[in-house]
Nanobody
Framework: QVRLVESGGDLVHPGGSLRLSCVAY????????MSWYRQAPGKERELVAS????????DYAVNVQGRFTISRDNAKHTMYLQMNSLKPEDTAVYYC??????????YGQGTQVTVSS
């Protein structure tokens, strides 16, 4: 069965860190570029970070640049998002996405990140 499964979301204090994981099942991950998105209550889903198929190219939203790091391990069929210096405005459900030219788009079910004191 083709699916993406996120994990690692949690409740954390401001200034804290979390690492999210996204595991791919049922398809070859290295054929897809990958992205992390997030959606806060009452807001549109926004792109957080993207990574190329090989991992040699990354891109970040301005509001997470320097705090978040996207990476992937194709041998483990897994993508990561290391989040440091977390802020309350980072609170959202985080989703991973697999995409590529001419390929179907896959989304995971999301993992909740809450930043609060």
């Amino acid at each position: 069965q083709v699916r993406l499964v996120e994990s690692g979301g949690d409740l954390v204090h401001p200034g804290g860190s979390l690492r999210l994981s996204c595991v791919a099942y049922g398809f070859t991950l290295d054929r897809y570029a990958m992205s992390w998105y997030r959606q806060a209550p009452g807001k549109e889903r926004e792109l957080v970070a993207s990574i190329s198929r090989t991992g040699d190219s990354t891109d970040y939203a301005v509001n997470v640049q320097g705090r978040f790091t996207i990476s992937r391990d194709n041998a483990k069929h897994t993508m990561y998002l290391q989040m440091n210096s977390l802020k309350p405005e980072d609170t959202a459900v985080y989703y991973c996405k697999a995409h590529g030219p001419g390929r179907p788009i896959y989304y995971g079910q999301g993992t909740q990140v809450t930043v609060s004191s």
